[in-house]
């Protein structure tokens, strides 16, 4: 039989989910507090201690990690606005936590800051083919003086790569790749992201500790991009053999962060709209790294409201801040009464609202000789139909009502300024399998969006009954 071991080593907990691609089922799946700090293979072993099936005739084991801060990236680029942001897109598309950007030429403070950072990968950009090559070779010069020892990514000017080289002449952890905007209008992320990759499963796994698992796992990507290619297949379905969902938006509610998933063109909706700004991907991803249920939950409280959050639990302040405490030291720890239920709730919607308007486009009104005119940027995502939400506040909340109460916050109110979806169906990823799918659609993306189409179920529908 062809079933697959699927494991995720998050940063909260290691879930495994064994499933047959024959009889298009899941078996079994299981969780455990994550063991980053000591060996990564006791959190394994407790968590397939807790699967009720025999784990044989197993055709592979499959592992994406998101453990000890995930895969951290400092993006260093050109303008702001251009190069600087489609380095980001691609740093986020590969999975990666944008952790800072520094934009024109480098400076000692700069540099300080990424040495006391202490990124994974810095990504190079800067410069279309055949435009200025002044910065990305200074920024070169200064990052080989200076920050001799982390791997590398180029992917900036075409016209500056065969003096680039000879910068980094004799250096094996800098690695070239197509410049991430050749030209004003057209992003070309796949290379990058492909580079970055490549880099997490040859380095980073072994940073990370992970590679005590490789000997049982094959650890093919971390979980953010597990979860955009589970979100895309989703999306654009399998061609010629099974159809997608269309145009959708995906919250992936975790302990340390937040991440949101588009696949939408978001262009504007009315003549009178003018698009400001680089054309975003089609399949975006965004994270929020002060917005997680428990490592970063002092942060949401902040930016939340802590009155908000009472009032949308009905519980008192001391309540929501001891439930703070609790499951900041102790972040594997999963709400058992009905008040830590609800706070749980009111944490999630707040976090998933402000992840959310974050991840989305704004309008702005302006008055020009021609009359009123509004300025887009970013994506407009009020047509989008389809909303999923993925994470364990989702997975366990009590109920169908629950669900749909976290998820009513991704939905545009009166007065609302980012261009959220206006009346979308909202469904849950009710066995927490988008980062098991992405996985599994390595190898067979048709039983993937089979398992995603049967386990995604819907809480809420467009009329909000």
């Known amino acids: 039989m062809p079933r697959y071991l699927l494991a995720d080593i998050g940063s909260t907990f290691t879930k495994v989910c064994l499933v047959d691609t024959a009889t298009v089922e899941v078996l079994a799946t299981s969780s455990a507090p994550t063991t980053i700090a000591s060996d990564v293979n006791a959190g394994f072993d407790a968590a397939l201690g807790k699967m009720p099936v025999p784990l044989d005739g197993i055709e592979a084991t499959l592992a994406c990690s998101s453990a000890a801060g995930g895969l951290q990236i400092a993006a260093v680029g050109l303008v702001p606005e251009l190069t600087l942001q489609a380095a980001k897109y691609a740093a986020l598309g590969a999975g990666g936590k944008v952790i800072r950007a520094f934009s024109y030429l480098l400076t000692g403070e ?41 791997p590398l990514i180029v992917a900036g000017n075409r016209a500056a790569q065969d003096e680039l080289r000879e910068v980094f002449r004799g250096r094996p952890d800098v690695f070239f790749t197509g410049n991430v905007m050749p030209d004003l209008h057209t992003l070309n992320l796949e290379p990058a992201r492909e580079q970055i990759r490549n880099v997490f499963l040859d380095r980073i796994v072994l940073a990370k500790g992970l590679s005590k698992l490789q000997a049982r796992a094959q650890v093919v990507m971390p979980t953010p991009e597990a979860v955009l290619r589970a979100v895309s297949l989703l999306s654009a379905g399998v061609e010629g053999r099974a159809p997608g969902m269309g145009e959708l938006l995906t919250v992936d509610i975790g302990g340390a962060t937040t991440d949101v998933y588009s696949c939408a063109a978001g262009l504007p909706e009315s003549a ?32 939340a409201g802590l009155e908000r959050l009472c009032a949308e639990s009905g519980l008192e302040p001391d309540a929501v801040r001891q439930w703070a405490d609790l499951v900041t030291a102790e972040p594997g720890r999963v709400p058992a009464t009905g008040q830590e239920r609800a706070i749980d709730v009111a944490c999630a919607r707040a976090g998933c609202g402000v992840a959310v308007a974050r991840h989305c486009g704004r309008l702005e009104e302006t008055y020009t000789s021609a009359g009123r005119l509004y300025v887009q940027q970013g994506k407009d995502l009020g047509r989008v139909k389809t909303v999923i939400g993925s994470g364990g506040p989702l997975a366990w909340a009590d109920g169908a009502a629950a669900a749909r109460t976290i998820l009513e916050a991704t939905r545009r109110k009166a007065g609302d300024a980012a261009l959220k979806p206006r009346a979308p169906a909202l469904f849950v990823d009710e066995r927490y399998l988008m980062w098991a799918m992405g996985l599994l659609a390595e190898r067979e993306p048709q039983a993937a969006l089979a398992l995603m189409r049967k386990h995604i179920v819907k809480v809420c529908g467009e009329d909000g009954d």
């Open 110 to 150: 700069d540099l300080q800051a990424l040495r006391d950072l202490k990124p994974d990968i810095v990504l190079l950009s800067g410069g279309t083919d055949g435009g200025n090559t002044r910065y990305i070779l200074q920024n070169a010069r200064l990052l080989q003086e200076r920050l001799p020892s982390v």
């Open 272 to 303: 009178a709209t003018i698009l400001k700004g680089l054309p975003e991907p089609f399949n975006k991803r965004t994270v929020e790294a002060d917005i997680g249920m428990r490592h970063t939950l002092r942060y949401l409280l902040e930016e």
